[in-house]
């Protein structure tokens, strides 16, 4: 799908603009014109591309999708490499995808090209189509807004994941289970996946707000150097998280490590009560009277219940000895 947009000065915002006026729009300085490619196919993406004059690598790095966020300077144009993070809507709580967004960004044009639908352009667009204020501070402030959506999408996913935490540490002291542990290497994976989009796409809002390009206005730097320091807290955000899932899996192994450890004690305790009763009917159990021994005299019922006696009080004997060897 693709969708236009275009904005001029004094009139209202125009939509569905069929590529043959992009030529006359884009010799207009004062407007700004927005194509935005959504699952479009490459073979109907490359010819509009390439009608904007791009580099073919510029084209080639846009179609591939499989870039880490960076930023080229073409001279009249920059070509931005943007991640985001989406929760999907399977049944799964982390069904976590991970898109790319390319950006050509112009003196008076905004490309977008993206493989799935992208919920901060979507808002953008149609916040753009309400209100003209969107579009009539030019396009790189209208990339502003685009990527403000974007890195404001990442809250729900930190407050679901900050929850998920909270309740895992609730689980892992009442009934630690393999779920448990599933759902703590689950979120490990998912801030691990959010740091690899954090870190260099904060170094890319960071030449946003720095360097000096030709299609950045320098009054409009200062809207990207607030970008850049919310991906800041969002990745001091990212590293707190990760520590507090760390601390509750270092949590969980000592938990089922003392549980473990307290039934190998009393399974000792049961296998050490029990073990002089094997002694004592292993012995009484043997052939004495064969050999004519001392107690050979004996009345069989002395001996029977001198027996069972004996069985009775050794297991009594032995746990308040390990008792007060404090061992139980």
Do not use: C
Not at 54 to 60: N, R, T, V
């Amino acid at each position: 799908m693709i969708r236009t947009l275009f904005y001029f000065p004094g009139k209202p915002v125009r939509t569905d603009i069929h590529p043959s006026e992009f030529p006359r729009l884009l010799r207009d300085r004062r407007g700004l014109l927005w194509v935005d490619f959504t699952s479009e196919p490459p073979e109907s993406a490359l010819p509009l591309l390439q009608s904007f004059k791009f580099h073919h690598l510029a084209i080639e790095d846009a179609l591939q999708q499989t870039h880490a966020p960076k930023i080229d300077d073409w001279g009249d144009y920059l070509y931005i490499v943007l991640n985001y993070m989406h929760l999907g809507k399977a049944t799964e709580p982390w069904d976590t995808e991970i898109d790319e967004l390319d950006i050509f960004l112009g003196r008076n044009y905004v490309i977008t090209h993206h493989d799935n639908p992208l919920s901060s352009i979507d808002e953008t667009w149609n916040a753009s189509q309400r209100d003209p204020r969107y579009s009539q501070d030019g396009p790189d402030h209208l990339l502003y807004k685009i990527i403000d959506a974007i890195v404001t999408n990442y809250m729900p996913i930190i407050e679901k994941i900050d929850e998920e935490i909270d309740w895992i540490e609730d689980q892992v002291f009442d009934r630690p289970s393999s779920e448990t542990l599933s759902k703590l290497f689950t979120l490990k994976r998912v801030l691990l996946a959010m740091r690899r989009i954090l870190l260099p796409q904060r170094e890319v809002l960071n030449k946003m707000a720095r360097d000096d390009y030709d299609v950045i206005d320098r009054k409009d730097r200062i809207f990207f150097r607030d970008i850049y320091d919310h991906l800041v807290r969002l990745h001091d955000v990212n590293e707190s998280l990760r520590d507090l899932v760390g601390g509750a899996l270092d949590t969980y192994l000592s938990v089922v490590n003392n549980r473990m450890n307290e039934v190998m004690k009393t399974l000792t305790i049961i296998t050490t009560l029990f073990m002089p009763l094997t002694f004592v009917t292993g012995f009484f159990g043997m052939n004495f009277f064969a050999a004519n021994p001392p107690y050979a005299s004996w009345t069989l019922p002395t001996i029977f219940y001198g027996t069972l006696g004996l069985i009775m009080l050794t297991p009594v004997f032995m746990f308040f000895w390990m008792r007060r060897r404090t061992w139980v």
